[in-house]
């Protein structure tokens, strides 16, 4: 009986280990969508492996993310990209609130993200408005593994 319930308990700790943000992800695949006009007139489409090349990972620990990667889009030069940033997760609902970022993003900038973690597959899409509704105009979807 002890044997079967320490069984049980095992598994249930490993199972919710699995399905933990906390750990490093490596990016696998993501799509683009662009209405900005920052790269096109017309909206575009990019996907990463494809129209984007480069990479990146992103590792969480004790409510802090720290993202860094390169990307080359189109005829631009190939540039770095980093994010730090604090975030709690509830439920689906991400939000990081930036500490350093490369590119726009000043300190203390909010992004609500949506974000699905299933086994070794997380998947995050953004921004979302203040109701969690994906922006279908203009967003990012990522896909990552976690790194072993």
């Known amino acids: 009986m002890f044997l079967i319930a320490a069984l049980f ?5 490993t199972t919710k280990k699995k ?7 490596q990016m696998v695949s993501a799509k683009w969508i662009d209405d900005s006009g920052f790269l096109s007139k017309d ?8 129209d984007v090349q480069g990479g990146q990972i992103k590792a969480w620990l004790d409510g802090y993310v720290v993202m860094a990667g ?7 030069d190939e540039s770095p990209s980093y994010v730090a940033a604090t975030y709690t997760l509830d439920g689906d609902r991400y939000v ?3 500490i350093y970022h490369d590119w726009t ?3 203390g900038t909010v992004v609500n993200m949506i974000l699905e973690i299933n086994n070794d597959t ?17 967003y990012m979807w990522e896909k990552y593994v976690r790194m072993k």
Not at 9 to 13: E, Q, R, S, Y
Not at 19 to 25: L, Q
Not at 70 to 76: F, G, I, Q
């Open 43 to 50: 909206t575009a489409v990019f996907l990463f492996p494809g």
């Open 70 to 76: 390169t990307s080359k889009v189109l005829d631009y």
């Open 96 to 98: 990081e609130t930036i």
């Open 19 to 25: 399905e933990s943000i906390e750990g490093v992800w």
């Open 122 to 138: 997380l998947i995050q899409k953004f921004p979302v408005d203040e109701n969690w509704n994906l922006n279908e105009k203009g």
């Open 105 to 107: 993003a000043s300190p």
């Open 9 to 13: 308990l095992l598994v249930g700790c």
